[in-house]
């Protein structure tokens, strides 16, 4: 439509509009559209032919040949301008034309949504019908796969859609435009009441139940696509939208902004932000303080600072409690010059630290390993008449793992210096809980990024609270793969009368299975069992992912029997221990992947959902054994891969 009114623009300007004119630009324009859009018996459809016809061809008599043509007013084409005026029955026919072009525009597009929708459920025989309407046959080879020849009938299938799209995109306007012709023709008509004033009000009446029929064709159209590709369309009816409205007010909204971020669902926080400025809510400063808690936890320090950022556009000052969960963000995200930043920001702002300050921005510091910086915090500590609590030597700990090169007397520092001190009393511990953490939700482990913070929450003598440098200092020693510190470590606990908690036992399973003694790691777990201490699933799946490394034909039948004790004595695992476990089986480059099939039988027993990590781990382990395509496991997972992958089922 823009290249019509450039033509119209440029040519009325040399060539006066006269309706009187028989040879008139304007009737040419008409004659040629008519003549365009009057051949209903030609125009294709996707069951009739496979040859579609792309939408720029439409505006053919917009290029220079037609313009001359006009301008010139060739001997050939002033009969043909005679016989056609652009009269009212004239628009109505052209009208009548466009709506029937796009009522079957609308209706193969969506039959097509619907197939796309449901590629994987057609059969060969109805691929194949599709591929032979929309490309030429012999490019798809008689030796493709069914997955294969799905995958070209979907992109055939979306090629067409778009074609359909830009055909309905096309027409709307150019419908518009006739209507509009149609009203000022009728407004500058002088005719007094009569037969053919009449027959225009029926025109008129006419048009308008025809652009009834168009609006409500799009608007099925606009639904169709919406349930397909998910996009979202803000212009709804009042009812859709109070049907699919989650929340009013304020109060409404952070009550949904906690819920996501219990159920760990933290990458909904900023689409549901987004809705609140759609819906004209203001954030109050609990509003944004849950927000920077669920960024928080879920390590996404970006979005913490935009929101930061609109918290301070709308004229709320973050306080020392915001601050610290964005050093905590930063630490979890080993971002440790920007946490050095958001303290100058506090010093520049005039906001006082407080002693949880320092200890995250000292648990911040230690995730990168930086010794330097650490130890500058502490010395600022103790300057300010502060001692050191637990969770500062956790950090300590930390810091001199995470450290490159390892210091040869890292497990001597561990073991007498920070795990001994760790021990005695210090004032720090009398003030650094705060309030409004426990209100929000917020352990000590999780703002200071501890180990134990994914556990926290466990119950049934699971933790020790007390034994948290012991927590940071086992789980070092396990990473490190350190058996001897590990032994250490136990002799201590031993000594001082405490018995070692499931998260302990955990960590020294670990240790052992990755320093490769596998029989050594087995015979301290039975121990564990028979002195009838705290079992938990997590003890189990410790077990079997650590007997898996290597992949050897002993570990992984250790791993498979202890996943048996495990379903015997009711112990199940959720979605994340099962997916884990199963993307470390599928890693099972030979033997009889039966390791990897029971896992996965037992979560579909429990109708438990792994991720789609483990799930394609698992299904390209599958294919890259000599299975039969019809074999019902590879059917089934094949399955459950292409739905997931489909919708979109990853990791954010």
């Not at 109070?242 to 900023?270: D, P």
């Not at 500062?392 to 210096?417: M, Q, R, W």
Request: some cysteine; hydrophobic content about 40%; glycine content about 6%.
């Amino acid at each position: 439509m823009e290249q019509i009114n450039l033509v119209v623009g440029i040519l009325s300007k040399v060539w006066p509009y006269e309706e009187s004119d028989e040879y008139g630009f304007v009737q040419g324009l008409f004659g040629m559209m008519r003549a365009l859009f009057s051949r209903d018996s030609k125009i294709p459809s996707f069951a009739q032919s496979r040859v579609y016809p792309e939408p720029e061809l439409l505006l053919i008599f917009s290029s220079h040949k037609e313009i001359h043509e006009i301008a010139d007013a060739s001997s050939s084409y002033p009969t043909y301008v005679e016989l056609q005026q652009p009269t009212l029955s004239l628009l109505n026919s052209l009208l009548s034309s466009i709506t029937i072009a796009l009522e079957r525009a609308g209706e193969e597009k969506s039959v097509l949504l619907n197939k796309i929708r449901d590629i994987n459920e057609l059969s060969r025989q109805e691929v194949d019908e599709i591929i032979s309407m929309c490309v030429r046959q012999d490019i798809v080879s008689s030796s493709n796969n069914i997955q294969r020849r799905r995958y070209i009938a979907m992109v055939e299938m979306c090629r067409v859609v778009t074609n359909r799209d830009q055909l309905i995109i096309l027409l709307l306007p150019l419908f518009e435009h006739v209507l509009n012709i149609i009203i000022v023709h009728l407004q500058e008509s002088s005719a007094a009441l009569d037969s053919t004033l009449t027959t225009k009000i029926k025109v008129i009446i006419c048009c308008f139940l025809l652009s009834i029929s168009v609006q409500s064709r799009h608007a099925a159209l606009v639904g169709s696509l919406n349930g397909v590709s998910g996009l979202r369309f803000f212009a709804v009816s009042t009812e859709e939208y109070a049907k699919r409205n989650y929340a009013n007010n304020v109060s409404e909204y952070n009550t949904v902004l906690g819920s996501l971020t219990a159920q760990r669902r933290n990458f909904l926080l900023r689409d549901v932000y987004h809705d609140m400025m759609l819906d004209g809510v203001k954030p109050t400063r609990d509003t944004f303080h849950s927000l920077v808690v669920g960024t928080m936890k879920g390590a996404r320090m970006q979005d913490a600072f935009f929101f930061v950022d609109q918290m301070k556009t709308m004229g709320l000052l973050p306080d020392v409690t915001l601050y610290n969960f964005l050093i905590s963000t930063c630490g979890k995200c080993k971002n440790s010059n920007k946490a050095i930043q958001i303290l100058e920001e506090m010093k520049c702002m005039e906001v006082k630290p407080n002693v949880q300050t320092y200890i995250c921005l000292l648990n911040a510091c230690a995730a990168g390993g930086r010794i330097d910086r650490v130890y500058a915090i502490v010395r600022d500590m103790i300057a300010a008449g502060l001692g050191l609590n637990k969770f500062c030597y956790a950090g300590l700990i930390v810091a001199h793992k995470n450290k490159t090169p390892l210091a040869d007397d890292f497990s001597a520092k561990v073991v007498i210096e920070f795990v001994e001190k760790s021990k005695m009393w210090s004032s720090v511990e009398t003030n650094s809980a705060n309030a409004e953490n426990v209100m929000m939700g917020v352990t000590d482990e999780e703002l200071y990024n501890l180990p134990t913070a994914e556990y926290i929450h466990r119950r049934g003598g699971f933790l020790n609270l007390p034994f948290t440098a012991y927590h940071t200092a086992f789980h070092a020693a396990a990473d490190l793969k350190n058996v001897e510190l590990t032994n250490t470590l136990l002799d201590m606990l031993n000594k001082d009368g405490k018995t070692p908690d499931v998260f302990i036992m955990m960590q020294v399973i670990r240790c052992y299975c990755h320093a490769g003694d596998i029989d050594l790691a087995l015979q301290t777990f039975e121990t564990h069992i028979n002195e009838g201490r705290p079992i938990a699933a997590e003890l189990f799946v410790t077990l079997a992912e650590g007997a898996m490394t290597g992949y050897t034909e002993k570990g992984m039948q250790i791993a498979q029997d202890i996943l048996v004790r495990m379903n015997e004595r009711n112990y199940f695992v959720n979605s994340k221990l099962g997916s884990e476990l199963l993307l470390v089986a599928a890693g099972e480059k030979t033997g009889g992947y039966t390791t990897a099939n029971y896992i996965w039988d037992m979560m579909r027993v429990r109708k438990i959902n792994p991720s789609f990590p483990a799930v394609e781990a698992y299904y390209q382990g599958l294919k890259d054994r000599e299975i039969p395509e019809d074999d019902p496991r590879l059917l089934m997972v094949s399955k459950t891969y292409d739905r997931m992958n489909r919708f979109g089922n990853r990791p954010t």
